[in-house]
Nanobody, 127 residues
Framework: QLQLVESGGELVQAGGSLRLSCAAS????????MAWFRQAPGKEREFVAA???????????RYADSVKGPFTISRDNAKNTVYLQMNSPKPEDTAVYYC?????????????????WGQGTQVTVSS
């Protein structure tokens, strides 16, 4: 079992920056692929970014096309924490951001491939 708690969501101006954190409690954190998803009002939850660590390839990451470049996902296995650095966010990035984890192989991007979810943190980007 893994419990996930997100933090860092707030109101930010477009063009600013924001870092979200997700603290995990449980065993073998480094074995999990970790991801960020988001859900805007009236829309489905969508993939944002994911990261997996392995001893032979270090960090493997995947990003949604809409955030590739300005957003960066990273993890600190010693702290059982995954981060999402959001640079120059836009009003359309406004959503509740969720942290997710899975033991499935690779770096999954599908919502159904993740087994553990946090409660979410609200990010609002003003124009």
């Amino acid at each position: 079992q893994l419990q996930l708690v997100e933090s860092g969501g707030e109101l930010v101006q477009a063009g600013g920056s924001l870092r979200l954190s997700c603290a995990a409690s449980g065993r073998a954190f480094s074995s999990y692929a970790m991801a960020w998803f988001r859900q805007a009002p009236g829309k489905e939850r969508e993939f944002v970014a994911a990261v997996r660590w392995s001893a032979w390839s270090n960090y493997n990451t995947r990003y949604a096309d809409s955030v590739k470049g300005p957003f960066t996902i990273s993890r600190d296995n010693a702290k059982n924490t995954v981060y999402l650095q959001m640079n120059s966010p836009k009003p359309e990035d406004t959503a509740v951001y969720y942290c997710a984890a899975t033991l499935r192989g690779g770096v999954p991007v599908g919502r159904g491939e993740y087994d553990y979810w946090g409660q979410g943190t609200q990010v609002t980007v003003s124009s």
